[in-house]
Every structure is written in structure tokens, then in C-alpha cells.
């Protein structure tokens, strides 16, 4: 099977933009996780979709958002950039047939300068 | 809520020597744990899991960790480092959370391999 697939792999914008990320889960995952990544606070929880619904939410502002379509894909926006922002962010496909291991994407990078 | 406490943010070892990186849970019921490794600027890469069917785990690029109930432990080891194992590893343990379960990630330990 294919794994996790992220789009796209790096990108850099300016404050006050916003951004939309791409993911593709694992054929016949159904959830998908999303993650920030930041030297000073380390991999954060950011929210998680199953058959299309957000099922459990990370501590982030309302300007990050995501959906998860019916193919399982998902897509998260990040609107009104801010330098903050930038951060490596990652997607994690889950087998949720029994011990819901997640397997990860490559992660885009975002820059905002 | 679950835990996740990795001992240690950095740790150093000498190529050749034994790798021991600490992980302990807070939990009751014995749950699913993981173990990944992250390279600069990739993904997590899942080393191994522990699912109850054996306290010894063995995972990729020789190694190992064993589960241990009564400290709540998950410690990852490998005999002897090799430079290409320096990267940060994660811990991981899954926990019930309304009727699905959630996964609670530690925060890191970046491995050094001096050569």
C-alpha cells in the first residue's frame, strides 16, 4: 500500500495570508491526525477526523481549521498567518482495525515570513 | 488523562555503546505503545509496537524495547549504536477516550551518536 501523502512539501507565505494543507491517508484508513512541530514546543496535537468528522480537538486558536472528505482525504487551513505559524506540520494516517497505530506523512514545512 | 514521560530530552552515546532511551506511562489498564523515530525535517517512522501479545518487542534497525506493568515502563534499547541512529524518538501510548482511542505522544528525545 501506499503511504501517507502530503502536499505540498514545502511552502512560504507572509503574515496575515492563509494556507491550505493537503493529506492523503493510507487506503482503507478512515481518521486522520494532524500535528505541529516546533523546535520550541516540541509535536502538538492539533485535531483528528474520522469518517468526516472532527472527533477530538488539540489547545489551537480557531484560525486552524481542517476537513476530511469522503475519500478520507483532509485538508487543514491556517488563516491570518502569523510568524508563529511556522512550524513543520504533519498528517498521521490510523489503522483503526485494532491497535489504532498511526503512520505518518513526510510533513510539509511552512515558513511565514 | 494519559501520560507520557520521556526521561531525558537529549542523551549521548558513543558509537558502539548501548542505547537506552526512557519511557514511562501513567495508566492502569495496560495500553498500546509505540516507539518512532524522526530524521531532520521527515515524518514519523513507527520502530515498534507493543500490543500485549509478547513484553518484548523487537523493531526495526535492531531495536527493542520490553514492557514492563509494575514500572509502567516502555524503555527503548539497542546493543550498540550505530552513527545512523542519531534522530529524535518518540514514545507514544494509546488511551480510551469516548469509545475510541487517543494517542498521547511524549515530548522527544533527541539522540546523539558521537563517533
Known amino acids: 500500500k501506499a503511504g501517507v501523502t502530503q502536499t505540498p512539501r514545502y511552502l512560504i507565505k507572509t503574515r496575515g495570508q492563509q494556507v491550505t494543507l493537503s493529506c492523503s491517508p493510507i487506503?482503507?484508513?478512515?481518521?486522520v491526525s494532524w500535528y505541529q512541530q516546533t523546535p520550541g514546543q516540541g509535536l502538538q496535537f492539533l485535531f483528528e477526523?474520522?469518517?468526516?468528522?472532527?472527533?477530538n480537538k488539540g489547545n489551537f486558536p480557531g484560525r486552524f481549521s481542517g476537513r476530511q472528505f469522503s475519500n478520507s482525504r483532509s485538508e487543514m487551513n491556517v488563516s491570518t498567518l502569523e510568524l508563529g505559524d511556522s512550524a513543520l506540520y504533519l498528517c498521521?494516517?490510523?489503522?483503526?482495525?485494532?491497535?489504532?497505530?498511526?503512520?505518518f506523512g513526510p510533513g510539509t514545512r511552512l515558513t511565514v515570513l | 488523562a494519559q501520560s507520557v514521560t520521556q526521561l531525558g530530552s537529549h542523551v549521548s552515546v558513543s558509537e558502539g555503546a548501548l542505547v537506552l532511551l526512557r519511557c514511562n506511562y501513567s495508566?492502569?489498564?495496560?495500553?498500546?505503545l509505540f516507539w518512532y523515530v524522526q530524521y531532520p525535517n521527515q515524518g514519523l517512522q513507527l520502530l515498534l509496537k507493543?500490543?500485549?501479545?509478547?513484553?518484548l518487542v523487537k523493531g526495526i534497525n535492531g531495536f527493542e524495547a520490553e514492557f514492563k506493568k509494575s514500572e509502567t515502563s516502555f524503555h527503548l534499547t539497542k546493543p550498540s549504536a550505530h552513527m545512523s541512529d542519531a534522530a529524535e524518538y518518540f514514545c507514544?501510548?494509546?488511551?480510551?477516550?469516548?469509545?475510541?482511542?487517543?494517542?498521547?505522544f511524549g515530548t522527544g528525545t533527541k539522540l546523539q551518536v558521537i563517533p
Open positions: 507514544a501510548v494509546t488511551s480510551n477516550s469516548g469509545g475510541y482511542q487517543k494517542v498521547t
Open positions: 495508566s492502569s489498564v495496560p495500553p498500546y
Open positions: 498521521a494516517s490510523t489503522d483503526s482495525g485494532g491497535t489504532n497505530t498511526q503512520y
Open positions: 477526523y474520522f469518517s468526516e468528522t472532527q472527533r
Open positions: 507493543y500490543t500485549s501479545a509478547a513484553t
Open positions: 487506503s482503507g484508513h478512515r481518521s
